[in-house]
């Protein structure tokens, strides 16, 4: 069975930093890339980051690239994005997703909640 729990979203100002955790049933970590997408408000969803937990494949958007550091636990099957430097343009609901690495930027197959991240001007 696919779970996504996301946890960790908040407010913050500019320049800060937050982190963000996605814990996920262990078959979803062993079977799935598992990686993040937000949306801004009056915006489309986009591909932030995600991680292979089979060979540590990793891919973040130009966006983030540098800023965020995306991680996996493999005894806890948890995934955590750092997010440094943030940017009032990085707020948005951020979800938890799940799917083929190769896919995990546009088109995961599962979607968790949503975590709400604002940043502050």
């Known amino acids: 069975e696919v779970q996504l729990q996301a946890s960790g979203g908040g407010l913050v100002q500019a320049g800060g930093s937050l982190r963000l955790s996605c814990a996920a049933s262990k078959f979803t970590f062993e079977n799935y890339a598992i990686g993040w997408f937000r949306q801004a408000p009056g915006k489309g969803r986009e591909g932030v980051s995600c991680i292979s937990s089979s060979d540590g494949s990793i891919y973040y958007s130009d966006s983030v690239k540098g800023r965020f550091t995306i991680s996996s636990d493999n005894v806890e099957n948890t995934v955590l994005l750092q997010m440094n430097s943030l940017k009032p343009e990085d707020t948005g609901v951020y979800y938890c997703?799940?799917?083929?690495?190769?896919?995990?930027?546009?088109?995961?197959?599962?979607w968790g909640q949503g975590t709400q991240v604002t940043v502050s001007s």
């Open positions: 997703t799940a799917g083929a690495f190769e896919l995990c930027s546009y088109y995961p197959d599962y």
